[in-house]
């Protein structure tokens, strides 16, 4: 299995502009999430969603951010307008249920910049 | 709430001696719990998961942990570590059909 992917691997932008980043999950996944990462903050769950479905969005930081699943091999996070303070790695992960026992596979993430 | 303490930031061991990497963690009922792996510019992977039975749970790269239900402990464990394992290790506790909880993590250096 490919694993999870994520596009772009590296992201430099300039503050203001819209940054969309990209997830396929493992095939036969029925979960994603979607983590951002920073040494401040630590691991932290954006949002989730379950059979493309978002579950639980409190996790994602102001309304700059949202995040879409339009079938079950494909999601996006976007981020318009970027500031600074987005910078980032962001993570996608998915898994075969929601339920919690079932772990977790992650991506190698994206290294987002805002300039 | 759900939770996960991990108390050690920052471990040092020398190449070859043994390892203990401390998890708490506080749910209500029986948790499902998992440790990751982060080596450097990669995503987490997991090491190992507990759901019951054995408390004593193997798992990859030569590393086990313990569930402890009395002290609400999941520790890591490697008899003799290699300077491969140093990265990052993240402890995680979930139930039932709950989201994951990450611990903060603790970052492992090896000395040779």
């Known amino acids: 299995d490919a694993g999870v992917i994520q596009s772009p691997r590296h992201e430099v932008t300039e503050m203001g502009q819209e940054v969309t980043l990209r997830c396929k999950p493992i095939?036969?996944?029925?979960?994603l999430f979607w983590y951002r990462q920073t040494m401040m903050r630590g691991l932290e769950l954006l949002i989730y969603?379950?059979?493309?479905?978002?579950?639980?969005d409190s996790g994602m930081p102001e309304d700059r951010f949202s995040a879409k699943m339009p079938n079950a091999s494909f999601s996006t996070l976007k981020i318009q307008p970027s500031e600074p303070r987005d910078s980032a790695v962001y993570f996608c992960?998915?898994?075969?249920?929601?339920?919690?026992?079932?772990?977790?596979?992650f991506g190698p993430g994206t290294r987002l910049t805002v300039t | 709430a759900q939770s996960v303490t991990q108390p050690d930031i920052h471990i040092t061991v020398s190449e070859g001696a043994s390892l203990e990497l401390r998890c708490n963690y506080s749910?209500?009922?029986?948790?499902?719990l998992f440790w990751y792996v982060q080596s450097p510019g990669q995503g987490l992977q997991l090491l190992l998961k507990?759901?019951?039975?054995?408390?004593l749970v193997q798992g990859i790269k030569g590393f086990e942990a313990e569930f402890k239900r009395s002290q609400s402990s999941f520790n890591l464990r490697k008899p003799s570590v290699h300077w491969s394992d140093a990265a990052e290790y993240f402890c995680?506790?979930?139930?039932?059909?709950?989201?994951?909880?990450f611990g903060t993590g603790t970052k492992l250096q090896v000395i040779p």
């Open positions: 992960a998915s898994s075969r249920q929601l339920a919690g026992y079932y772990e977790q596979y």
């Open positions: 095939s036969g996944h029925n979960s």
């Open positions: 969603f379950n059979n493309n479905v978002p579950i639980d």
């Open positions: 749910y209500g009922a029986t948790p499902y």
């Open positions: 507990y759901f019951s039975g054995d408390t």
């Open positions: 995680a506790v979930s139930g039932g059909y709950q989201k994951v909880t």
